[in-house]
C-alpha cells in the first residue's frame, strides 16, 4: 500500500518528494541545503544536470511504498516521461532541516 507524501516521517524529505512530485523548481531547491549532493545508482551526479533531465524536463513522479531508517530510506515507484516507471530505493541525509544529499537506484524486481 503506497503512503501518502504528507505522511512521510521526516519532513525534509516530505518536503522533498512533495516539491518534486509537483514538479516545482523553486520549492524543490527550497527543501535541498546549498551545495546538496545526489548519486544515481552508485554514480555521483551532478544535482542540476540530473534533476533537469530525469525530473524537471521529463515529469518525474515518485509513490512511495515504504519508509524506513526513521524516514529517511523510501523505495518507491519512479516514473519520467524518458523512462517510464521503475522501483527505486532513495536514501537522504539531512541536515538542518534540509536534504543535503540523496542516492537512489533501481531496486531488483523480486
Same mark, same amino acid.
Given at each position: 500500500? +503506497?503512503? *501518502?507524501?504528507?505522511?512521510?516521517?521526516? *519532513?525534509?524529505?516530505?518536503? &522533498?518528494?512533495?516539491?518534486?512530485?509537483?514538479? +516545482?523548481? !523553486? !520549492?524543490?531547491?527550497?527543501?535541498?541545503? *546549498?551545495?546538496?549532493?545526489?548519486?544515481? +545508482?552508485?554514480?555521483?551526479?551532478?544535482?542540476?544536470?540530473?534533476?533537469?533531465? =530525469?525530473? &524537471?524536463?521529463?515529469?518525474?513522479?515518485?509513490?512511495? =511504498?515504504? =519508509?524506513? @531508517? @526513521?524516514?529517511?530510506?523510501?523505495?518507491?515507484?519512479?516514473?519520467? @516521461?524518458?523512462?517510464?516507471?521503475?522501483?527505486? !530505493?532513495?536514501?537522504?541525509?539531512?541536515? @538542518?532541516?534540509?536534504?543535503?544529499? &540523496? =542516492?537512489?537506484?533501481?531496486? *531488483?524486481?523480486?
Amino acid at each position: 500500500m +503506497d503512503i *501518502p507524501v504528507d505522511r512521510l516521517t521526516e *519532513p525534509a524529505v516530505r518536503a &522533498f518528494v512533495t516539491a518534486l512530485n509537483a514538479n +516545482d523548481r !523553486a !520549492a524543490f531547491d527550497a527543501a535541498l541545503v *546549498p551545495g546538496a549532493t545526489m548519486a544515481d +545508482d552508485g554514480t555521483e551526479r551532478d544535482l542540476r544536470e540530473w534533476t533537469e533531465r =530525469e525530473v &524537471f524536463s521529463s515529469n518525474g513522479r515518485m509513490v512511495v =511504498e515504504s =519508509e524506513d @531508517d @526513521d524516514g529517511l530510506f523510501l523505495v518507491a515507484t519512479y516514473s519520467n @516521461d524518458t523512462w517510464g516507471a521503475m522501483r527505486t !530505493a532513495w536514501r537522504f541525509t539531512v541536515e @538542518d532541516g534540509k536534504v543535503a544529499r &540523496f =542516492e537512489t537506484g533501481q531496486v *531488483p524486481v523480486e
